[in-house]
């Protein structure tokens, strides 16, 4: 006998598709990154947060953000009410340059430790 003969075809076994997971609620942020604070040649003025928005690239699209919440989370190393996370809350207040950058202004300045990292741009409250 063949080795195609010794084969035999098995039949394959239907697919069943997996259902999404639903949400219990949509989210109601876009991711954003603390670029640094704003500045001059030899001063930097760290009560201003510069901050990227993921997805928006000219002034135009970046004053739909104005007035709108931005929230710094991170993990704090002593644990309080139960959890170690904490928040810095702060509110967009103006574009900064063409490129769809913003300046926000936050409760307690947002360390230096944070450049670079992740916040999160509610899209609350609403102009709409």
């Given at each position: 006998m063949?080795q195609?003969?010794?084969?035999?075809?098995?039949?394959k076994?239907?697919q069943?598709?997996?259902?999404?997971?639903?949400?219990?609620?949509?989210?109601l942020?876009v991711?954003g990154i603390?670029?640094g604070y704003?500045r001059?040649?030899t001063?930097?003025?760290t009560?201003?947060?510069?901050i990227k928005?993921?997805?928006?690239s000219t002034?135009?699209?970046s004053?739909w953000?104005l007035g709108?919440?931005v929230?710094?989370v991170?993990?704090?190393?002593?644990h309080?009410?139960?959890?170690?996370?904490r928040?810095?809350?702060?509110?967009i207040?103006?574009s900064h340059?063409n490129?769809g950058?913003?300046?926000?202004?936050?409760?307690?300045?947002?360390p230096?430790i944070?450049?670079?990292?992740?916040?999160?741009?509610?899209?609350?409250p609403?102009?709409?």
């Amino acid at each position: 006998m063949s080795q195609e003969q010794k084969k035999e075809v098995k039949p394959k076994k239907k697919q069943t598709k997996k259902k999404k997971k639903q949400n219990k609620s949509p989210r109601l942020h876009v991711d954003g990154i603390f670029m640094g604070y704003r500045r001059g040649l030899t001063t930097q003025k760290t009560g201003t947060s510069l901050i990227k928005i993921v997805g928006v690239s000219t002034r135009k699209e970046s004053e739909w953000y104005l007035g709108k919440k931005v929230a710094y989370v991170y993990n704090a190393s002593r644990h309080h009410n139960g959890s170690n996370v904490r928040t810095i809350w702060g509110k967009i207040t103006s574009s900064h340059g063409n490129s769809g950058i913003v300046r926000a202004k936050f409760k307690r300045n947002l360390p230096a430790i944070a450049m670079g990292r992740k916040v999160r741009v509610m899209m609350y409250p609403s102009n709409i």
